[in-house]
């Protein structure tokens, strides 16, 4: 008697299931809660989403990219004439041309996961567009509008200084000029001894990709100081931040 072989049913294979990002989720990582969620929509929607569609007025976020630019370039300027009073208009300009350029947009939007809740056509789809330096730019520029629309300046204002503090800190310490020892040693220099203070290379060595620099500053005869730096203007900040430490009694950072 032949057996018959038992037929076993298949274990069901569990997958792990993405799970699908959400605008609530969004508005958690950018703090701030939508009152017209159609705008939030609207600036995650690139052109691309309604590709082969024939209405009239498909919204995309082209329009608020355009207002974003604006409000962002008006936050960080504000926030940059505040925080150094004694830098020049051109420094300025440097500064916020850095804090606003597309790879730090790009990069603040990469921090906060937008890739993940951008509404793409196909095409862009199968282009990576979700880690596009430029559509991902464009994207926290229509967010920062939406924001702006949303909830007005002060509310725009809070979000991008929370957002863009790590670029605001790393120009902080790493642009040179930001903190401008050599201004505000000038003018107190002029204020108190009535001359501007001289600058002169006292030392250079090093290879011409590693270059090291000793720059001497001098106020007085009685007042000088020295700093180093991989460039000239670095070694000269420096310098200008040692007599200034001298003269303020370190209450300089």
């Keep these: 008697m032949l057996k018959t072989r038992e037929l076993t049913r298949p274990k069901p294979v569990r997958t792990a299931q993405a799970s699908i990002p959400t605008e609530a989720e969004l508005q958690s990582m950018l703090g701030y809660v939508f009152h017209r969620a159609e705008l939030l929509q609207e600036a995650l929607t690139h052109r691309s989403h309604w590709q082969g569609k024939h209405w009239d007025r498909l919204p995309d976020n082209e329009r608020l990219e355009f207002l974003g630019d604006a409000v962002l370039s008006l936050v960080v300027s504000e926030y940059l004439l505040g925080t150094y009073p004694a830098l020049r208009e ?29 509404r793409l056509g196909r095409g862009e789809e199968v ?95 009685e007042l000088r100081g020295v700093g180093i730096g991989r460039t000239k203007k670095e070694a000269e900040q420096m310098a200008a931040k040692h007599v200034l430490r001298h003269v303020l009694h370190d209450s300089i950072s």
């Design 90 to 118: 051109g420094e300025l300009s440097k500064i916020k041309a850095h804090v606003v350029s597309r790879a730090s947009l790009a990069g603040v939007a990469r921090r906060l996961g937008l890739g993940r809740f951008l």
């Design 127 to 221: 282009n990576c567009g979700r880690e596009k330096d430029s559509l991902l730019a464009n994207a926290l520029e229509a967010v920062i509008a939406a924001i702006y629309l949303d909830g007005g300046l002060a509310s725009a204002r809070e979000c991008i200084l929370r957002l863009f503090r790590k670029e605001l800190i790393r120009s902080d310490h790493g642009q040179e000029g930001l903190r401008d020892y050599k201004s505000r040693l000038q003018e107190w220099s002029q204020k108190h001894c009535g001359d501007v203070p001289q600058y002169r290379t006292i030392h250079e060595s090093g290879p011409d990709h590693r270059k090291a620099f000793q720059v001497e500053v001098i106020v007085t005869n």
